[in-house]
C-alpha cells in the first residue's frame, strides 16, 4: 500500500474521463455550456495503480472523485484488523462521505481495489461551483440522497441475513465485484470469513 503523490498529476481539460464525469452529472441535471466549461477547468485527471491511497484516517477529506474505471474502496481498521466498509465500482462518485460532507478528520480510508482512472474536485471548487451554477448544488444534493438511500438500503435487514443471502445481496448490487476486489475485502465487508465466502460462492 502506498499514497500517491498528486504533484506528479496532470490536469487535463479536454479528457475522455472529464466528458464521462460531465455525463454522469447530467443524468441528475441539465447543464449550460459554461457550467461544463468550469467543471472542465477545475477537474484533475489520475491514472491510479492498485492500493494507491487517496486518502488517509485522521485526514480531512478534500476531494470528491468520480471513479471513470476501475473500482475504489473505504475501509477502516477494527482491532488491527482492515475492515471493508464499501466497494465503488466504474460510474460512480466516492469519498470518505462524513469527513468531507463535514470538512473533519476523517475515519476512514480511501484505496484503488485496481488500476483505476479517476477524476476530482475539491470542496472548496465544488462550493464555488454551487453558488456560480444553483443546478449543481441540486446535482450535489441528489447525489448525497441516493448514496445514503442506497447504503441504508443495503445494509437494513442485513445482520438478520444469512451468508449466503448476503453475499446474493452484495452480488445484486454490484454484479462485477469480485472483477474489482478481491476475495478478503469482499468477504470483510460482508462480515464474514474468507472460508465462507469461498464457500457460499459455491
Partial sequence: MFIYNHQ???RTFSS???????SFIQQYISLSAEAEHTITSLVLDQTLQKGEVLNTAEKTCKRLYFVKKGAVRTYFYQNGKDITHWIYPANTMVTSWYSYLAQTPAKD???T???SNVVSLTYPEWQELYTSFPELERFGRLLVEEQMAAIDDFYKGYYFLSAKEKYELLINAIPNITQIANLGHIASMLGI????LSRVRK
Avoid: D, G
Fill in 8 to 10: 506528479f498529476t496532470v
Fill in 16 to 22: 475522455i474521463l472529464t466528458m464521462e464525469l460531465i
Fill in 109 to 111: 480510508y480511501i484505496e
Fill in 113 to 115: 481495489t485496481i488500476t
Fill in 193 to 196: 470469513s474468507q472460508e465462507t
